[in-house]
C-alpha cells in the first residue's frame, strides 16, 4: 500500500506540474497588444492561406489572420477577417494582395497603397471597415497564362485550317504565282535600263527650264516694280493724275462761273430782239405805208399827257 500511495503522490505531482508549466507558457505566451480588426472579401481563390496567416505592410509585419470563413449573403465570396497594429497606416488607397512565401507555397496578405488614384472611402461590412482585395502575381500569372493558352489554342487552330488539304492546293498556286512575279521582277532592270540612261538629259533640260522660269521671275518681278513705281509717281501729291484733276475743276468752275452766265445772257438778248422784230413785222402787215410814211403816232388816251375830249 505504502508504494502505491507514493506512485499515486508522484503522479498527482507530475500532472500538477504539467499543468502549471502549460498555464506559464500561455501566460508568457499571451499577446498584450490591442489589435484593430479589419475585413477582407474577395470572390478570389485564397490557396495557401491559413488561420493566424501573417498580415504585412509594404514586407513589415503588422497582424494575423484571425477568421477565414465563406459569406452567407454572397454565395461564392470568401471573408477574411485580419488583426492589425493600430498604428499601421491604413487610408482609402490601401488594398490587399495575396503574396507567398518562397518556394513554400504559404500565402499571407499584403498590404500597400496605391497614390495613384483618388479612391473613395472604406466601406463598412459587420462593423468593420473592409479593405479591398486586389489579384496578386501569381492571380495575373494565372490569368495572362490563360489568355496565352487561348491565343496558342486559336492560332493552333488557325494553322490547321491554313494547312488543311482543302488549302494546299491554293497554298501551292500562290507560291507559284510568288515565283513567276520574282522572275518577272528579274528581267524588269534590263527594260528600265533605256529610260533610266534617258534621265540626265531630262534633268539638265529640267535645269534649263528651271532656269528660264527664273529669268521670266525675275523679269516680271522687274515690271512689277516699275508698275508699282508707276503707280507711286502717278499717285504722288505732285503727278499727273492730281494736276488733271486740278485741271478738270479748274475748267469746270470756268464753265460754270463765266461761259453759262453769257450764254444765259445771250439767250436773254436774242429772245428780246425776237420779240422787238415780232412787233416790227406785225406792224409791217397790218400798215403796209409805214415803210414809207412811218409809223402814225396814237392819240393819248383818258388820263395820258395831250388827251382832249371830243365834243
Request: aromatic fraction near 6%.
Amino acid at each position: 500500500m505504502e508504494s502505491r500511495s507514493h506512485a499515486l503522490m508522484a503522479g498527482f505531482f507530475t500532472l500538477a506540474l504539467i499543468v502549471l508549466t502549460t498555464v506559464f507558457a500561455l501566460w508568457l505566451g499571451r499577446d498584450r497588444i490591442q489589435r484593430t480588426p479589419y475585413m477582407i472579401a474577395t470572390k478570389e481563390s485564397v490557396a495557401g492561406l491559413n488561420l493566424q496567416g501573417s498580415v504585412r505592410y509594404k514586407g513589415i509585419k503588422v497582424g494575423n489572420v484571425t477568421d477565414i470563413d465563406f459569406d452567407d449573403r454572397t454565395p461564392g465570396q470568401i471573408l477574411l477577417k485580419i488583426d492589425i497594429l493600430p498604428d499601421t497606416p491604413v487610408t482609402p488607397s490601401t488594398y490587399a494582395t495575396l503574396a507567398y512565401q518562397g518556394v513554400t507555397g504559404i500565402a499571407y496578405v499584403q498590404l500597400d497603397d496605391d497614390i495613384k488614384a483618388a479612391p473613395p472611402p472604406l466601406k463598412k461590412l459587420d462593423g468593420l471597415l473592409l479593405i479591398p482585395l486586389r489579384p496578386g502575381t501569381i492571380q495575373n500569372l494565372e490569368q495572362r497564362g490563360m489568355a496565352i493558352l487561348l491565343q496558342t489554342e486559336e492560332l493552333g487552330k488557325r494553322l490547321n485550317t491554313l494547312l488543311d488539304p482543302a488549302n494546299e492546293k491554293s497554298l501551292v498556286t500562290a507560291v507559284d504565282n510568288i515565283s513567276r512575279a520574282a522572275l518577272a521582277w528579274q528581267t524588269l532592270p534590263a527594260k528600265l535600263d533605256p529610260i533610266l540612261s534617258q534621265f540626265p538629259a531630262l534633268i539638265e533640260q529640267s535645269k534649263s527650264s528651271v532656269g528660264a522660269f527664273r529669268t521670266l521671275s525675275q523679269d516680271a518681278s522687274k515690271m512689277v516694280n516699275n508698275y508699282s513705281a508707276l503707280a507711286t509717281k502717278l499717285q504722288a501729291s505732285d503727278g499727273p493724275l492730281v494736276k488733271l484733276t486740278l485741271a478738270a475743276e479748274q475748267i469746270s468752275n470756268g464753265v460754270t462761273h463765266e461761259v453759262l452766265p453769257g450764254i444765259n445772257t445771250l439767250s436773254r438778248e436774242a429772245s428780246s430782239s425776237m420779240r422787238s422784230l415780232n412787233r416790227a413785222a406785225e406792224t409791217i402787215n397790218q400798215r403796209p405805208q409805214s415803210i414809207l410814211f412811218g409809223n402814225i403816232e396814237t392819240p393819248p388816251g383818258p388820263g395820258e399827257a395831250g388827251f382832249v375830249a371830243p365834243q
